[in-house]
């Protein structure tokens, strides 16, 4: 999926199973991205042919982590989920 934006492309299955299990559509998702205190981690604990990472931010006052990779020179979402108290 290309969210007509030519900088965001994910899948559509799974943003359902994230929707289903976070709450959080890939365009919401999208949004940390235009935070400007944002932050970008590598992803260490996979081991994977592409680099993967974490976009941590702010998305309607709360904090949101969107995990993605480059790919074709996109950014490819394929997970996103909000902090909640309950597991800081």
């Known amino acids: 999926m290309n969210n007509g934006s030519s900088s965001f492309v994910w899948n559509l299955d799974r943003e359902k199973e994230n929707i289903k299990k976070h709450r959080v559509d ?6 940390v991205f235009k935070d400007p205190k944002r932050k ?5 604990r996979h081991n994977a042919k592409e680099h993967r990472l974490f976009c941590i931010g702010k998305v309607g006052g709360k904090i949101l982590t969107v995990r993605f990779v480059y790919r074709e020179g996109k950014i490819r979402i394929f997970g996103a989920g909000f902090w909640r108290k309950d597991v800081l």
């Open 26 to 31: 890939f365009i919401t998702a999208s949004k």
């Open 40 to 44: 970008i981690y590598k992803d260490f």
